[in-house]
T-cell receptor
Framework: DAGVIQSPRHEVTEMGQEVTLRCKPISGHNSLFWYRQTMMRGLELLIY????????DSGMPEDRFSAKMPNASFSTLKIQPSEPRDSAVYFC????????????FGQGTRLTVV | AQSVAQPEDQVNVAEGNPLTVKCTYS??????LFWYVQYPNRGLQFLLKYITGDNLVKGSYGFEAEFNKSQTSFHLKKPSALVSDSALYFCAVRDSGTYKYIFGTGTRLKVLA
């Protein structure tokens, strides 16, 4: 398996523009997580899906952020409009459903908003 | 609420010496504990986990972790450090109610040649 695939790897955009980050989880995994990593805040959970359904979006910073999982093999995280403080590395991770299973992370998308 | 704490921002160790990266946890119910490593410009990679059973868990790259219920700790260890072990290490607990992974703040390990 190719692992969790995220695209793009790097994104530079201007403030106010819409940004869409993409994730393909590992086949057969039914849990998907979006995390954000910054020096100041460390690793933050943004949203968590189980069987394509959003279970917990309490970590989504504000209404500018939205996430979807239209099917078991694809998820998007959208920021509209983007702001400089959104600059971070965004990770997608997937896991099997059992509580004793580990998550597998993608390579991340480094977002820079100028 | 479930949580983990990594009390050290950075750990320095000489190559060939044993290393320990500390983690303590707070959970209600059974603990499901994990260690991950992050190399520069990469995602987190799973090293090992404790679910139940033996308190000493062996994982990838020669790492092991010791689960101590009385001290609520899950320290990561390696008998002989390599320069290539230099990275950022995260301890995590999986919440048995929400199934979320809750990560610590990370510990930067530097192995000096």
């Amino acid at each position: 398996d190719a692992g969790v695939i995220q695209s793009p790897r790097h994104e530079v955009t201007e403030m106010g523009q819409e940004v869409t980050l993409r994730c393909k989880p590992i086949s057969g995994h039914n849990s998907l997580f979006w995390y954000r990593q910054t020096m100041m805040r460390g690793l933050e959970l943004l949203i968590y899906f189980n069987n394509n359904v959003p279970i917990d979006d309490s970590g989504m910073p504000e209404d500018r952020f939205s996430a979807k999982m239209p099917n078991a093999s694809f998820s998007t995280l959208k920021i509209q409009p983007s702001e400089p403080r959104d600059s971070a590395v965004y990770f997608c991770a997937s896991s099997l459903g059992g509580v004793n299973t580990e998550a597998f992370f993608g390579q991340g998308t480094r977002l820079t908003v100028v | 609420a479930q949580s983990v704490a990594q009390p050290e921002d950075q750990v320095n160790v000489a190559e060939g010496n044993p290393l320990t990266v500390k983690c303590t946890y707070s959970v209600s119910g059974n603990p499901y504990l994990f260690w991950y490593v992050q190399y520069p410009n990469r995602g987190l990679q799973f090293l090992l986990k404790y679910i139940t059973g033996d308190n000493l868990v062996k994982g990838s790259y020669g790492f092991e972790a010791e689960f101590n219920k009385s001290q609520t700790s899950f320290h990561l260890k390696k008998p002989s450090a390599l320069v290539s072990d230099s990275a950022l290490y995260f301890c995590a607990v999986r919440d048995s109610g929400t199934y979320k992974y809750i990560f610590g703040t990370g510990t930067r390990l530097k192995v000096l040649a």
